[in-house]
């Protein structure tokens, strides 16, 4: 087979750590990059080592292919060629863009290449779709591992339990069936020394109302760590655990003290080809949503811009609170049309709010919508 090859959407700050990081591997390369100027991708690729003239600009599938038989790494514009192109064997998106991510997911599955999705707003957004068509493609859909839900869910598959924010949370809610305990959850000040009794139940001394939730915690040392709180179901385990210094029981805080986001997505991609292996994929039921809040008073007419700027925030929820709600998806906020006056702190929703029907996400997520009524009962 030869090294396994990446085609990369994206050359921000997550795509260059992937270029940089696959640099330095065995049996991986990169094939080529995808954005919408070739600037970034050339700078990734001289940053990771390469000669001059190791990028090449591709305008078609068969140019990249040629560029990738050579040895070099092709350079494009075109999703949906980078897609296409044979000698790629698995698709990475580090775009952050729940509409072009979701097209990119498509495209790749299309034509039978495996995903890795360090998109988690994407993902949180039509990830069940994806991961359904991939399915029925027999090609692989994943998150990536490093990022935070996928490196939370290898404690939780440890443990059977969990971590941390808005949307994060969400992907693991979606991945787990763990719930948000509150809406927008609690958000507790906590150490890596008290996690353990302060995200455990009312009758444990903590502050869930039940086990099997999701949340996350501000204060020092845990960030950039994730974690889970276990509580072992027999009381000669709780003394094990103990004895351990695991900490006092009877729950326990499991902590990953880092999380490597970009540099592990690599393993992700490997593991997609070599063992047909997701890290991380959405249950096929709704489970959570991520829903968003206004950052500062909206006013009708306002066009929304790209999560992470001044309008609005993420805001976790469960799936049937959100659906009573009308919450317009996270995903769904970007090129969003303010239809009526919305005051700081108000939820965003279907009501005050028109989501952009030209997006390939928001037509998706309709459908999406329009099944899960069976959900709602």
């Given at each position: ?338 239809s009526k006056p919305i005051r700081l702190g108000e939820l965003l929703t279907h009501e005050n709010c028109t989501a952009d029907d030209s997006l390939l996400v928001t037509r998706i997520r ?12």
């Amino acid at each position: 087979h030869g090294p396994i090859t990446i085609g990369l959407a994206g050359a921000g700050q997550m795509g260059t750590d992937i270029v940089v990081q696959v640099a330095l591997m065995n049996g991986v390369r990169i094939g080529a990059i995808a954005a919408s100027r070739p600037t970034r991708p050339m700078e990734a690729i001289a940053l990771a080592g390469h000669d001059a003239g190791h990028g090449r600009v591709a305008a078609t599938a068969s140019e990249i292919d040629r560029t990738i038989e050579a040895g070099g790494i092709a350079v494009t514009d075109d999703l949906a060629a980078l897609c296409a192109a044979g000698r790629i064997d698995v698709i990475v998106d580090a775009t952050g863009s729940p509409d072009v991510g979701t097209f990119l997911a498509l495209e790749a599955i299309r034509n039978g290449k495996h995903i890795v999705m360090l998109n988690v707003e994407a993902d949180i957004t039509v990830g069940r779709h994806l991961a359904a068509e991939a399915k029925r493609a027999g090609v692989v859909y994943t998150g990536s591992a490093g990022d935070e839900p996928a490196a939370t869910l290898e404690l939780i598959a440890f443990a059977q339990t969990l971590s941390k924010t808005m949307v994060e949370m969400t992907a693991i809610a979606n991945c787990t069936g763990l719930v948000p305990d509150v809406a927008g959850m609690h958000g507790p000040e906590a150490t890596i020394e008290n996690l353990a009794q302060v995200l455990c139940t009312e009758a444990d001394g903590g502050i869930l109302s039940a086990p099997g939730r999701v949340d996350y915690t501000i204060g020092k040392g845990v960030a950039p760590g994730v974690f889970c709180i276990a509580k072992p179901r027999h009381g000669r385990a709780i003394e094990r655990m103990a004895d351990l210094k695991v900490g006092p029981g009877p729950c326990f805080a499991l902590v990953r003290p880092f999380h490597l986001t970009s540099l592990e997505t690599p393993l992700s991609a490997i593991r997609a080809v070599m063992y047909k292996r997701p890290d991380m994929v959405a249950l096929d039921r709704p489970v959570a949503e991520c829903g968003a809040v206004a950052k500062r008073d909206l006013k009708p007419g306002e066009i929304l811009g790209r999560i992470g700027e001044s309008e609005y925030r993420g805001f976790a929820m469960e799936w049937r609170e959100a659906r009573s709600a009308k919450a317009l998806p996270l995903g769904l906020a970007e090129k969003a049309v303010v239809s009526k006056p919305i005051r700081l702190g108000e939820l965003l929703t279907h009501e005050n709010c028109t989501a952009d029907d030209s997006l390939l996400v928001t037509r998706i997520r309709r459908e999406l919508d329009a099944a899960d009524i069976r959900f709602a009962g």
